[in-house]
């Protein structure tokens, strides 16, 4: 199984996409993750510049509005935008955290109807805000969903639960095994991102994700995929830490995903 790692645009967000797509390019990654409803381009533009790079694209969507009407409304829309602009998968920030079980779970049934029948999976983030914001509430729509499939991002789970969730391994488990694609943040109790991921005083946190990290592509490289995506997310303020007064950042967020990516490539295993 081959690892890809995808760049998110998220450190560039008023630059061109042409000028991501150079650096993505210059710094050797392997694809991008694009929120779409951030870009002026057409979907042949974007669809075009990735192929003509041979550059792996993820899409991702945010459903938004007032009630589930409205956010299948925006799903439905941002869904096939992705599709046009050559998305090999979509990554989805789904629901609200306020909504009805039976809301939510509605939406991830809509979500899982469209994946099938345009034949492109569709994941589902684990993101504070969100259906998945609580291991506790995602496992739930685990048990009631067996179709439902997540993008890895536990380090919102970190700052829920206040743990590192060593003390939830039955559930955490359950969503390692609906796992396909990585958001490599590492989070902590108090904060959904950690300073510097080869600080000293971080290694037991980078090292929970790591193994968490690990697990998720065992269990991937066991079913017989011939790959997994990571995209490393270090983000820029207010993810990254700043300095009182300036509101300096005090790392380059994408110097931060860069040495993320190469901590990655040098712990974790994937010989066949």
């Given at each position: 199984?081959?690892?890809?790692?995808?760049?998110?645009?998220?450190?560039?967000?008023?630059?061109?996409?042409?000028?991501?797509?150079?650096?993505?390019?210059?710094?050797?990654?392997?694809?991008?993750?694009?929120?779409?409803?951030?870009?002026?381009?057409?979907?042949?533009?974007?669809?075009?510049?990735?192929?003509?790079?041979?550059?792996?694209?993820?899409?991702?969507?945010?459903?938004?509005?007032?009630?589930?009407?409205?956010?299948?409304?925006?799903?439905?829309?941002?869904?096939?935008?992705?599709?046009?602009?050559?998305?090999?998968?979509?990554?989805?920030?789904?629901?609200?955290?306020?909504?009805?079980?039976?809301?939510?779970?509605?939406?991830?049934?809509?979500?899982?109807?469209?994946?099938?029948?345009?034949?492109?999976?569709?994941?589902?983030?684990?993101?504070?805000?969100?259906?998945?914001?609580?291991?506790?509430?995602?496992?739930?729509?685990?048990?009631?969903?067996?179709?439902?499939?997540?993008?890895?991002?536990?380090?919102?789970?970190?700052?829920?639960?206040?743990?590192?969730?060593?003390?939830?391994?039955?559930?955490?488990?359950?969503?390692?095994?609906?796992?396909?694609?990585?958001?490599?943040?590492?989070?902590?109790?108090?904060?959904?991102?950690?300073?510097?991921?080869?600080?000293?005083?971080?290694?037991?946190?980078?090292?929970?994700?790591?193994?968490?990290?690990?697990?998720?592509?065992?269990?991937?490289?066991t079913e017989g995929r011939e790959l997994i995506t990571i995209t490393p997310e270090f983000g820029p303020p207010n993810y990254m830490h700043t300095l009182?007064?300036?509101?300096?950042?005090?790392?380059?967020?994408?110097?931060?995903?860069?040495?993320?990516?190469?901590?990655?490539?040098?712990?974790?295993?994937?010989?066949?």
């Open positions: 199984m081959k690892i890809l790692f995808t760049k998110s645009k998220w450190e560039m967000w008023n630059d061109s996409l042409y000028h991501f797509v150079e650096r993505v390019i210059m710094d050797k990654f392997d694809g991008s993750e694009l929120y779409f409803d951030s870009l002026s381009d057409k979907p042949k533009v974007i669809k075009d510049m990735h192929e003509s790079n041979e550059l792996f694209l993820i899409g991702q969507i945010l459903t938004d509005g007032k009630n589930l009407s409205e956010h299948i409304d925006s799903f439905n829309k941002q869904a096939d935008f992705a599709l046009e602009a050559g998305s090999k998968f979509v990554n989805v920030h789904a629901g609200r955290d306020y909504f009805s079980f039976n809301d939510n779970l509605k939406l991830i049934e809509h979500i899982n109807q469209f994946s099938k029948k345009c034949g492109i999976e569709f994941l589902i983030e684990t993101h504070r805000g969100r259906l998945t914001y609580s291991l506790i509430d995602t496992i739930k729509y685990l048990e009631a969903s067996s179709e439902l499939k997540l993008t890895a991002d536990f380090s919102h789970w970190m700052v829920v639960h206040e743990s590192d969730l060593s003390n939830q391994t039955a559930g955490l488990e359950k969503s390692i095994n609906r796992s396909f694609h990585i958001h490599a943040r590492v989070g902590y109790e108090e904060g959904p991102q950690i300073t510097d991921p080869s600080a000293p005083e971080w290694k037991t946190h980078l090292d929970n994700h790591l193994s968490i990290w690990q697990r998720i592509i065992d269990q991937r490289k009182p007064f300036s509101n300096e950042p005090i790392r380059d967020a994408w110097e931060m995903n860069i040495k993320m990516r190469e901590i990655i490539k040098s712990s974790i295993e994937i010989e066949p």
